[in-house]
């Protein structure tokens, strides 16, 4: 098929890439414009431009593709390209009915969530906040609503104990490059049936706040544990800010103050209801992201020291 892809951050590249390997023709790749970045501000390229560039793909990034002289332009490239479809993975622009009615084979959106659940910016994010311990990957046809439209495929993951977002994020997104084929084939052999989403079963995965972050350790372990899967966690520890991106819930009980350290070897800490946390990876500020172990030979930490 002749294809336009449109997609921005890490997750669509995989999909970029299996669309090119699997010998579609991809005529053109729609991205976020450039963002400035670091001290310098610096302009930056998405992902998904640096993939399409290193390919010789030609790159569009148009403000809007729904309003002003960019959306009229972004429509004229496109009648005069005339996709078999357009292929849309984490793009970051809602697209107008005139553009997902262009395409003999419509707008496909691959969705890192099972639909209708986690509609939205952030599902992988929120599925590991609410502690699932099911994921997967849903290919819809895009209607004018917000991940609204008639699923073609779907398939489920089991998630892990432990899993974090990022590595959630690249299983998912090597799975939504194997399901996009799979669409494509089906649609242009006319052997999927699209199945409506219920309404009834959504749920919104709104944007992560810088806020969501901050560990209390009034929580459970298991809730501290999902925030630092879903997000990283940070907390102080003398004054500094530590971040935690990888833990694991005791499964014992403790009755130290809560916030405290309870087992210095292991940096376990005190949580609410008796629970007990063991941090697995950290990262204090000013140094390196580094397992417990090696952060625990540099940094002593006495029994019952307080974090927060």
């Known amino acids: 098929m002749k294809i336009v892809f449109m997609g921005t951050p890490a997750f669509a590249v995989p999909i970029l890439t299996a669309l090119e390997g699997a010998g579609h023709d991809v005529a053109a790749v729609f991205t976020q414009p450039d963002k400035p970045n670091g001290r310098k501000m610096k302009l930056v390229y998405s992902p998904v431009k640096k993939q399409a560039l290193s390919h010789g793909i030609t790159v569009f990034q148009p403000e809007s593709l729904r309003k002003g002289e960019d959306a009229e332009k972004s429509l004229a490239v496109l009648q005069e390209l005339q996709p078999d479809c357009i292929v849309v993975a984490a793009y970051g622009q809602i697209l107008p009915k005139c ?7 419509g707008c496909i959106n691959v969705h890192a969530s099972l639909l209708p659940k986690y509609r939205g910016a952030a599902p992988i994010q929120h599925c590991l906040l609410n502690g699932e311990q099911e994921s997967g990957v849903t290919i819809m ?15 489920r993951i089991p998630v892990g104990e432990d899993e974090t977002a990022d590595e959630l994020h690249d299983r998912l997104a090597a799975l939504g490059a194997e399901l996009t084929l799979q669409a494509l084939d089906g649609l242009a052999a006319g052997t999927i049936t699209p199945v409506p989403q219920e309404e009834a079963q959504s749920c919104y995965a709104s944007m992560i706040r810088k806020n969501m972050s901050a560990l209390d350790f009034t929580k459970t372990a ?14 102080m520890l003398e004054g500094k800010r530590l971040k935690v991106c990888r833990s694991h819930v005791c499964p014992g009980t403790g009755n130290a103050p809560i916030g405290t350290v309870t087992d210095p070897e292991t940096f376990t800490v005190q949580c ?12 204090l500020e000013g140094s390196k992201r580094m397992p417990v172990d090696a952060f625990l030979r540099g940094k002593r930490l006495e029994k019952g020291i307080q974090l927060g």
């Open 141 to 155: 046809q895009m209607a004018e609503g917000l991940d609204t439209g008639d699923m073609l495929l779907q398939k």
């Open 99 to 105: 553009i997902l009615e262009l395409p003999e084979y």
């Open 222 to 235: 298991a809730e501290l544990h999902r925030i630092i899967c879903g997000l990283t966690g940070f907390t």
């Open 272 to 283: 609410g209801e008796g629970t007990l946390l063991t941090f697995r990876e950290v990262q």
